[in-house]
């Protein structure tokens, strides 16, 4: 478990909106080794979820979210000497799904423009042009996530 009893309901404070807070009536949360296979486990564990949860047409783009953001968490744990969990949270509210990837690194992000020719540094590029929002927060020392929010109105009709 991380962040204390309420972590199932609070979303990142980076993304809190003037109003109301967004009800979460739907909540996942895995830990994994910050190794390779982390990465495939996610991603399907994600896909599953969404199925679950009636959000089938986000699962794709998810899907490349999750992976993105495994990815550098995974790579941001493996370098630790205790090489500390990494933990997959994805939180549903009636109006966007929010996907979190958490991890112990004390390194913040630095972003920084991929050149036309690198072959590194894309991630979160994709994660910017797949999801509506996203950022990073640190919760904790050395605790931090990076999350983005998929808006559920603007794919899905209301039905
Ligand atoms: N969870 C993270 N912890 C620390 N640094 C990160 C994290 N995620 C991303 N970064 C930093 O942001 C950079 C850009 O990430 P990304 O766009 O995914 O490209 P790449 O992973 O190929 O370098 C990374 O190289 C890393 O320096
Ligand atoms: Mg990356």
């Keep these: 478990m991380i962040g204390g009893t309420d972590t199932v309901t609070r979303c990142p404070a980076s993304l809190d909106r003037p109003g109301p807070r967004p009800v979460f009536h739907r909540t996942s949360l895995l830990e994994f080794a910050p190794l390779p296979g982390a990465i495939p486990c996610a991603r399907l564990h994600a896909v599953a979820v969404l199925h679950e949860w009636g959000l089938r047409d986000l699962a794709d783009d998810a899907a490349l979210i999750v992976s993105e953001l495994m990815t550098n968490a995974a790579d941001a744990a493996a370098i630790l000497p205790d090489r500390p969990p990494i933990t997959l949270r ?57 999350w983005a929010e998929l808006a559920l109105q603007a794919r899905r009709p209301p039905v």
């Design 90 to 146: 994805l939180l549903a509210s009636e109006k966007s799904l929010i996907i979190e990837a958490w991890d112990h690194s004390p390194r913040d992000l630095e972003l920084t423009e991929a050149d036309a020719d690198a072959e590194c540094g894309r991630g979160l590029t994709v994660v910017a042009a797949l999801s509506d929002r996203w950022g990073w927060e640190r919760t904790g020392d050395p605790r931090k996530l990076v």
